[in-house]
């Protein structure tokens, strides 16, 4: 019967026996089955599973296995909310445990995070309030990018943080901070976007600094740094592995 | 009203510190919770690889009844009628099939439970499914395979009933020592799964290596001939195998042949608690690392 059968049937696929979206909405793993848990191609069962979690206001993992014509399997798992990597928990905490590539939990309330792109938090300049569905920036939006030095002091074994410089897709300059998760020393390579290294990168637009530099703002502050020339002896250590990008 | 340069203005907001994401995994007693919490979608991730395996067939499942039948009656009769070992009185296959379903609980839960975290990479890699699940997980196509050999020994029990008019399988409380074996077996197999499973998902070596260590592990193990017919070195090494007491417990309990030695379980006992206690510990901890430095490199299956 139609009208038992869960809602979103426009779009061709739809979960059957009385299951619902929220049932799975648990924080387990759920196997579902074709024409058992639901109907139509499995791949419009994940369009729709992402739509439910939008909806749901939660985050959610999820792989498609077709065996056969009669095995097929959608895999989900909900989480409390989605990130990108490096976006700060819901509650305010800046502190995540990643368990695995797609999944973690917020070291402060314990929340289970899906994790989706790499996150570029809102500068001063920018618009306020971050939205926690906006397109993060990554380094391969930007022009003219030249990784001028990396801060020895801020890097550890696990991390390693450069400064770099650009130009934003909407034409601004700005300098970044840019942080590569390690893994054994080494970089790891970016899982969406090819001859990239993962990273969380961190904008900021140089215009405003200047126009401050300019109009004195930075003088009434002993401890800020003059621009000074820089010197040969500034340049960028040779030999130092400079990423990709 | 005229806004004076020098009245105090609401500053920005302080830049926030960047965000810590660090790489972790779950402490063995979360592990074990969340093991627990999600027990229902273990036969799920476990049936996964016959239904997989199966996919491809056109017998479909005849095999998981074939497969078992040929290789373990077919070895049965051969390796009776070549070597003629001593079976205490019973006739050979039944002697062979009541040691072998003691081995086999361990044998096939080990050695999926090795496989596991490639053979369920696809799963794992997109979903966070609880690390000791994975290898457990193994043990439900084991489960079957291990069902298929008892299922052939109460068949051939009733053919020699039928045959000889004599039946081999003994009704007793003693027969519970059996199941209490298959379990031991289980424990023994998991134990041994969570080191080897881990380290294979970090070098496949492992499971390489692994074949040759059970084929080696069986001749140690009174499963094709008794305890007491095993040379002297390999009876002093087998003092210290982990999996006699089970084997010898279901011979005992089914056929009233075993030598059960409470040293031997006290080995047994010994084994599953330091090996698989510290496995499930490497396992919780260690794994989900091993998988993330395998990521991308050997997976051909389409990932979206």
Same mark, same amino acid.
């Given at each position: 019967?139609?009208?038992?059968?869960?809602?979103?049937?426009?779009?061709?696929?739809?979960?059957?026996?009385?299951?619902?979206?929220?049932?799975?909405?648990?924080? /387990?793993?759920?196997?579902?089955? /074709?024409? /058992?848990?639901?109907?139509?191609?499995?791949?419009?069962?994940?369009?729709?599973?992402?739509?439910?979690?939008? !909806?749901?206001?939660? $985050?959610?993992?999820?792989?498609?296995?077709?065996?056969?014509?009669?095995?097929?399997?959608?895999?989900?798992?909900?989480?409390?909310?989605?990130?990108?990597?490096?976006?700060?928990? !819901?509650?305010?905490?800046?502190?995540?445990?990643?368990?695995?590539?797609?999944? $973690?939990?917020?070291?402060?309330?314990?929340?289970?995070?899906?994790?989706?792109?790499?996150?570029?938090?809102?500068?001063?300049?920018?618009?306020?309030?971050?939205?926690?569905?906006?397109?993060? /920036?990554?380094?391969?939006?930007?022009?003219?990018?030249?990784?001028?030095?990396?801060?020895?002091?801020?890097?550890?074994?696990?991390?390693?943080?450069?400064?770099? %410089?650009?130009?934003?897709?909407?034409? #601004?300059?700005?300098?970044?901070?840019?942080?590569?998760?390690?893994?054994?020393?080494? #970089?790891?390579?970016?899982?969406?976007?090819?001859?990239?290294?993962?990273?969380?990168?961190?904008?900021?637009?140089?215009?405003?600094?200047? #126009?401050?530099?300019?109009?004195?703002?930075?003088?009434?502050?002993?401890?800020?740094? %003059?621009?000074?020339?820089?010197?040969?002896?500034?340049?960028?250590?040779?030999?130092?592995?400079?990423?990709?990008? | 009203?005229?806004?004076?340069?020098?009245?105090?203005?609401?500053?920005?907001?302080?830049?926030?510190?960047?965000?810590?994401?660090?790489?972790?995994?779950?402490?063995?007693? &979360?592990?074990?919770?969340?093991?627990?919490?999600?027990?229902?979608?273990?036969?799920?991730?476990?049936?996964? @690889?016959?239904?997989?395996?199966?996919?491809?067939?056109?017998?479909?499942?005849?095999?998981?009844?074939?497969?078992?039948?040929?290789?373990?009656?077919?070895?049965? &009769?051969?390796?009776? +009628?070549?070597?003629?070992?001593?079976?205490?009185?019973?006739?050979?296959?039944?002697?062979?099939?009541?040691?072998?379903?003691?081995?086999?609980? &361990?044998?096939?839960?080990?050695?999926?439970?090795?496989?596991?975290?490639?053979?369920?990479?696809?799963?794992?890699?997109?979903?966070?499914?609880?690390?000791?699940? @994975?290898?457990?997980?193994?043990?439900?196509?084991?489960?079957?395979?291990?069902?298929?050999?008892?299922?052939?020994?109460?068949?051939?029990?009733?053919?020699?009933?039928?045959?000889?008019?004599?039946?081999?399988?003994?009704?007793?409380?003693?027969?519970?020592?059996?199941?209490?074996?298959?379990?031991?077996?289980?424990?023994?197999?998991?134990?041994?799964?969570?080191?080897?499973?881990?380290?294979?998902?970090?070098?496949?070596?492992?499971?390489?290596?692994?074949?040759?260590?059970?084929?080696?592990?069986?001749?140690?193990?009174?499963?094709?001939?008794?305890?007491? +017919?095993?040379?002297?070195?390999?009876?002093?090494?087998?003092? &210290?195998?982990?999996?006699?007491?089970?084997?010898?417990?279901?011979?005992?309990?089914?056929?009233?042949?075993?030598?059960?030695?409470?040293?031997?379980?006290?080995?047994?006992?010994?084994?599953?608690?330091?090996?698989?206690?510290?496995?499930?510990?490497?396992?919780?901890?260690?794994?989900?690392?091993?998988?993330?430095?395998?990521?991308?490199?050997?997976?051909?299956?389409?990932?979206?």
């Amino acid at each position: 019967m139609e009208a038992s059968l869960d809602p979103e049937p426009e779009s061709g696929s739809r979960l059957i026996g009385g299951l619902k979206w929220e049932d799975l909405a648990d924080g /387990k793993v759920h196997r579902l089955k /074709k024409n /058992k848990h639901f109907a139509g191609p499995v791949r419009a069962i994940l369009s729709q599973c992402d739509t439910a979690a939008a !909806r749901l206001d939660r $985050g959610v993992l999820m792989v498609r296995e077709e065996f056969s014509r009669d095995y097929q399997y959608l895999w989900v798992q909900f989480t409390d909310q989605q990130l990108a990597v490096g976006e700060p928990c !819901r509650c305010g905490g800046r502190s995540q445990t990643r368990l695995h590539e797609k999944f $973690g939990r917020c070291d402060v309330c314990g929340a289970s995070i899906a994790y989706r792109g790499t996150y570029v938090p809102e500068t001063a300049d920018g618009a306020p309030g971050a939205s926690r569905r906006r397109t993060a /920036k990554h380094l391969s939006e930007y022009q003219e990018l030249e990784f001028v030095t990396r801060d020895h002091e801020e890097s550890t074994p696990e991390e390693d943080v450069w400064y770099a %410089r650009g130009v934003d897709p909407t034409g #601004r300059r700005v300098f970044l901070i840019v942080r590569f998760p390690l893994r054994n020393g080494h #970089r790891i390579p970016d899982p969406v976007v090819p001859g990239f290294d993962a990273h969380v990168a961190f904008r900021f637009r140089v215009d405003p600094f200047v #126009r401050a530099g300019e109009l004195g703002v930075l003088d009434v502050w002993d401890d800020v740094l %003059r621009l000074t020339r820089r010197t040969d002896g500034d340049a960028p250590e040779p030999g130092t592995d400079a990423p990709r990008g | 009203m005229t806004t004076s340069v020098h009245e105090p203005q609401v500053p920005p907001t302080a830049a926030a510190p960047p965000v810590d994401v660090h790489w972790g995994s779950d402490s063995l007693g &979360f592990a074990i919770g969340d093991l627990w919490r999600q027990r229902s979608l273990l036969p799920r991730v476990g049936i996964r @690889v016959m239904i997989k395996g199966l996919a491809g067939t056109m017998l479909g499942p005849f095999w998981i009844v074939a497969a078992p039948i040929v290789s373990l009656v077919g070895f049965g &009769f051969l390796f009776g +009628s070549i070597a003629k070992p001593p079976s205490h009185g019973v006739p050979y296959l039944i002697f062979m099939l009541a040691g072998a379903l003691g081995w086999s609980a &361990f044998e096939r839960v080990s050695f999926w439970g090795t496989r596991s975290f490639d053979v369920y990479r696809r799963i794992i890699r997109n979903v966070n499914v609880p690390s000791l699940m @994975v290898p457990i997980a193994g043990s439900v196509i084991a489960a079957v395979e291990v069902a298929m050999t008892l299922v052939i020994l109460l068949g051939t029990l009733l053919v020699y009933w039928v045959i000889d008019g004599h039946l081999y399988l003994r009704f007793s409380p003693a027969l519970l020592l059996a199941p209490v074996g298959l379990v031991l077996s289980v424990l023994v197999g998991w134990s041994v799964a969570f080191w080897t499973g881990s380290l294979n998902a970090r070098a496949r070596d492992v499971r390489l290596v692994f074949r040759w260590v059970l084929l080696i592990w069986l001749y140690v193990t009174p499963v094709l001939y008794p305890l007491s +017919s095993l040379p002297e070195a390999i009876a002093a090494l087998a003092r &210290f195998n982990p999996v006699v007491a089970p084997v010898e417990m279901v011979k005992e309990g089914f056929l009233n042949i075993g030598i059960v030695e409470l040293d031997r379980l006290a080995v047994t006992v010994g084994f599953i608690l330091f090996v698989g206690g510290t496995g499930a510990w490497f396992c919780t901890r260690k794994a989900p690392g091993f998988i993330r430095s395998r990521m991308g490199l050997d997976d051909d299956e389409e990932d979206f």
